[in-house]
């Protein structure tokens, strides 16, 4: 688990809500980055975003993760996408 | 504040080619970039991918953005290969909606001419025998040209993305 929580709250609240569709955090061990978040799929072709532990902006950087979280094919909560038809 | 948003895509081989040796490789990378100061820029690995997601505030323009973080990757010390920028130049109608805040269906009635002037730009190329992928710069100069636009600068950016795409083959980061 990363050390204590993220000092930003919007930060917090995205990590929460990635957490809520089934990624996994690990700690960073160090560094600029204060944890990584891990999508659900267990290989290396998974998605994964880097944590900063001081972002410039943390809207900027909670908003970044949740639109990884929300385009991710691998959450708990599946989005199905087919081909696109004309 | 005007803030540009924008993705730079790596080349995968910067990524570790062993598991394990993989996990920290990232993690060095990760952290490289924010020391170069790119603190502005979330980094993340998108389907197997190595991307830098930027919103880069104060710019007078996206090649001005584009350009302030290239600058700063190039101190990195590490050797950051561009693939591509995105938002990209080849786009589905579907892509075409979302850009536009509008609903897919919008975009299918101006492309068959149910709605509109017609004469929706050609498509580049098709992926199947249903999919077709159009050029987003002959979308948006073919939106401003019939008033849909709202915001001019969609064209000029969408020309500089273009650009900088095409650019790339000679950007060496080292």
């Known amino acids: ?86 | 504040m005007k803030t540009n948003s924008f993705r730079i895509v790596f080349d995968r081989d910067i990524l570790g080619k062993t598991v394990h040796g993989g996990e920290q490789d990232e993690l060095a990378l990760a952290n490289a970039l924010y020391e170069a100061g790119l603190d502005d820029c979330s980094f993340l690995i998108d389907g197997g991918e190595p991307c830098l997601d930027c919103d880069v505030e104060n710019a007078q323009s996206l090649k001005e953005a584009v350009r302030s973080v290239l600058r700063r990757i190039s101190k990195c010390g590490k050797p950051f290969r561009v693939a591509r920028l995105e938002p990209g130049n080849l786009v589905t109608p579907s892509e075409i909606a979302r850009r536009l805040g509008v609903s897919r269906q919008h975009i299918q009635q101006l492309i068959f001419g149910l709605r509109g002037p017609g004469g929706f730009p050609q498509p580049f190329c098709r992926v199947s025998d249903k999919s077709a992928v159009y050029q987003w710069t002959d979308v948006v100069h073919w939106m401003q040209a019939h008033q849909y636009l709202k915001k001019a600068e969609i064209v000029k950016n969408a020309e500089e993305m273009e650009k900088l795409n095409r650019n790339l083959a000679t950007a060496v980061m080292a």
Do not use: I
Not at chain 1, 34 to 56: I, Y
Not at chain 1, 58 to 67: E, I, M, Q, T
């Open chain 1, 1 to 86: 688990m990363p050390r204590g929580t993220h000092p930003k709250k919007e930060v917090r609240d995205a990590v929460e809500y990635a957490k809520e569709h089934g990624w996994r955090v690990a700690e960073a061990g160090g560094g600029h980055v204060f944890c990584t978040l891990l999508c659900p799929l267990k290989s290396r072709e998974g998605h994964r975003f880097f944590v900063h532990s001081t972002p410039q902006n943390p809207g900027n950087h909670a908003k970044r993760l949740k639109d990884l979280v929300d385009k991710c094919e691998h959450n708990d909560n599946q989005n199905q996408q087919g081909e696109e038809e004309p």
